[in-house]
Every structure is written in C-alpha cells, then in structure tokens.
C-alpha cells in the first residue's frame, strides 16, 4: 500500500501543468499544483471544505432547532466563546452542542426544538450532565460541594 504523501506526489506529478482555478481568479502566480477536485491546490480546498463545513451545521441548526447559523454564532460570542458551564471547552475542536428543553410545550417531536426551548451552548459532557441529572440532582450535588454532609456526620461523633 503507497503512502499518502507518495500518493499525493504521484497526483501533483499528473497535475503540474494544471494550476488552481481559484489561484487564477484572484490572481496568484505562483504555481500551485490543482490536484484536489476543481481543479484547486490544497489551500483553496481546505478553504471550501470549511466553507461546506460551516453551511452544513447551519442548516442542521436550523432544521433542528429553529436557530440561524448567525444565531448559533451570536449565542456563541455571548458566551464568551465557551460552554456555559464548564468555561473550558471552545468549541474549536468540536462545535458547542444547542442545549434546549425538552419539555417545551410548543407542539414539536421532543428531539427537537425551537428557538423558545434553547437554554445554552454547552460541550458534550455538560450536555451530557445536564440530560442525565434532573435539577434535584443537581443541587444535591451543590450541596455536597458547598458542605459535604460526611464531614457534618464524621465530626458530630
């Protein structure tokens, strides 16, 4: 099996004379090989996969849970570009998840939601928790952090 660099050199080697549409329209000279599907060089494929990429997550957005994709960004930098919650997670790597209630009463599948249902973007584990534990849960486990009732019951004795 050739490796992928031997594979790409091989199709670079085919393609020499072929140069990126896009590099031609905005005027780059130099001479990028077009071996991605195009014709484009590496960046300006790279480029449009985001692009797609982008577009794609608004639309399942949209279809899911009645937000925008610049709602989904507008939501995102009023969050200070971060979970909710835990603070730590960018969503560089992975996009913040649409946290909503599936409890809305405005008459769509629980799956999905509207902009009324949304509460936060969240990471997955967040999300996650959130599903898992009920509120109850929750400030049970705020409780146990604020005043550990082991300590309560092994230092009255």
Same mark, same amino acid.
């Given at each position: 099996?050739?490796?992928?660099?031997?594979?790409?050199?091989?199709?670079?080697?085919?393609?020499?004379?072929?140069?990126?549409?896009?590099?031609?329209?905005?005027?780059?000279?130099?001479?990028?090989?077009?071996?991605?599907?195009?014709?484009?060089?590496?960046? @300006?494929? #790279?480029?449009?996969?985001?692009? &797609?990429? /982008? $577009? =794609?997550?608004?639309?399942r957005t949209e279809a899911t849970y009645g937000l925008?994709?610049?709602?989904?960004?507008?939501l995102y930098e009023a969050q200070g570009r971060r979970?909710?919650?835990?603070?730590?997670?960018?969503?560089?790597?992975?996009?913040?998840?649409?946290?909503?209630?599936?409890?809305?009463?405005?008459? @769509?599948? #629980?799956?999905?939601?509207?902009? &009324?249902? /949304? $509460? =936060?973007?969240?990471?997955?584990?967040?999300?996650q928790l959130l599903g898992r534990y009920g509120e109850?849960?929750?400030?049970?486990?705020?409780?146990?952090?604020?005043?550990?009732?082991?300590?309560?019951?092994?230092?009255?004795?």
């Amino acid at each position: 099996m050739p490796r992928q660099g031997a594979l790409l050199d091989e199709a670079a080697a085919m393609t020499a004379d072929k140069t990126c549409k896009d590099c031609l329209a905005e005027g780059i000279t130099t001479k990028r090989p077009a071996i991605w599907p195009g014709p484009r060089c590496q960046a @300006h494929h #790279r480029k449009i996969v985001k692009v &797609r990429r /982008v $577009r =794609a997550h608004a639309r399942r957005t949209e279809a899911t849970y009645g937000l925008s994709g610049d709602d989904y960004w507008r939501l995102y930098e009023a969050q200070g570009r971060r979970c909710y919650i835990c603070q730590r997670a960018t969503g560089a790597a992975r996009r913040l998840a649409v946290d909503h209630d599936h409890r809305c009463a405005e008459g @769509h599948p #629980r799956d999905q939601g509207c902009p &009324r249902c /949304v $509460r =936060a973007l969240l990471c997955g584990p967040c999300n996650q928790l959130l599903g898992r534990y009920g509120e109850e849960s929750l400030k049970r486990a705020i409780e146990v952090l604020r005043d550990p009732p082991a300590q309560r019951t092994l230092l009255d004795t």
